[in-house]
């Protein structure tokens, strides 16, 4: 006969196990001031020495999870009556429900998994839960000044950032900035510089309530500009039901000293259409930027005008006139003005090619 009859531990959550009470050992109500749950553990199967990791989460009936707690303790040798004690979140209402799952992280190689589950109601006995469980998690978009900015690109020194948080759960939708978190890292010369969280209240910061496709806006603006030097900037959030969403982390730079930098165009020669750039520092933008497309005889052929910005100004040309008529291939000049700034001194000027 073997001495260990079993390949693998076996935890489990004793059906019919699980009880929840106040901190009195009374129904749990608002007024209670923790929540304790017990329930049997057991293991059938071979003892291990790996710890024991407990995971409960408690969700609102709509389902929005409210609280999140992970309790360690030694795993069972065969069966243990356990009880974990939770803070009582008071200002919810209706009923709550209560899911408690063995090993959330897979760290304990068991013979199955489908007993490490469990689920109580402060309304009584409940077998799973009266929603499916959101596992999807959201999506972060951030914005400089209205412009999806590369790495280390300039920026103004007091730039409006946009942070749109969207989720595909159309049945939590987000009315305030609850577990969205803005960091900042000044520029130093040390790799440990500590991050900054920024303060999302006050008259620089404003929000927009998700609608019905459930996209939160968050709109934040630094209440005095920035000084000149490298920032990392890292925003953090979570959908209602606890998912995380991908970090977004970036740098950029701000030189408060107005600066043209030299114009480029991409593709150049081109055939189809071609970029035009222009990055600009400075602390405050030209109102408007204008590129003007001239024939090698110095008659102006197109003329395109975006509003100025403290950054990437970009143009895109394909190659034809005002009128849209197909311009013959060639080479052409481009010249760049600002106007209300002092930015651009003298206009900035290439040439492009137009192929077939």
Not at 92 to 115: Q, V
Not at 216 to 229: A, I, K, V, W
Not at 298 to 315: K, P, Q, S
Request: aromatic share 8%; hydrophobic share 35%.
């Amino acid at each position: 006969m073997a001495v260990f009859p079993f390949a693998r531990p076996d935890l489990a959550i004793l059906p019919g196990s699980l009880r929840l009470t106040g901190n009195r050992g009374d129904s749990l109500t608002a007024r209670s001031d923790s929540v304790v749950l017990a329930g049997i553990i057991a293991n059938y199967g071979r003892t291990t020495n790996i710890p024991l990791s407990v995971r409960i989460r408690r969700y609102t009936a709509a389902g929005q999870l409210i609280r999140e707690q992970r309790f360690t303790r030694p795993a069972p040798l065969y069966a243990d009556t356990l009880r974990w004690v939770l803070p009582n979140e008071k200002t919810t209402t209706g009923p709550a429900y209560f899911e408690l799952l063995l090993d959330p992280d897979d760290r304990i190689t068991e013979s199955s998994k489908a007993n490490n589950r469990a689920e109580i109601s402060s309304a009584g006995p409940a077998s799973g839960l009266p929603f499916t469980p959101d596992q999807i998690a959201p999506i972060l978009d951030v914005s400089f000044d209205g412009l999806h900015i590369t790495d280390g690109d300039i920026v103004s020194p007091q730039p409006r950032v946009d942070v749109l948080l969207r989720d595909d759960n159309t049945r939590l939708l987000r009315t305030d900035t609850t577990n969205l978190e803005l960091y900042l890292q000044r520029p130093c010369t040390s790799a440990s510089c500590p991050y900054e969280r920024l303060s999302l209240r006050g008259s620089t910061v404003s929000w927009t309530a998700a609608g019905a496709d459930n996209a939160f806006q968050l709109h934040y603006q630094p209440p005095t500009p920035l000084p000149d030097g490298l920032y990392t900037f890292e925003v953090r959030g979570s959908d209602l039901s606890g998912n995380q969403a991908a970090p977004y982390q970036i740098h950029f730079t701000v030189q408060t000293q107005p600066e043209p930098r030299a114009a480029t165009a991409y593709p150049n020669p081109f055939g189809r259409q071609t970029r035009i750039s222009l990055l600009l520092s400075g602390q405050t933008p030209p109102s408007t930027a204008t590129l003007r497309i001239q024939d090698l005889t110095g008659r102006t052929v197109r003329t395109l005008t975006v509003a100025g910005r403290i950054g990437l100004n970009e143009w895109v040309w394909d190659g034809a006139d005002a009128h849209g008529t197909r311009l013959p291939v060639g080479s052409y000049i481009f010249r760049i003005d600002a106007t209300d700034s002092p930015t651009l001194a003298v206009p900035l000027t290439g040439r492009l090619i137009l192929q077939p």
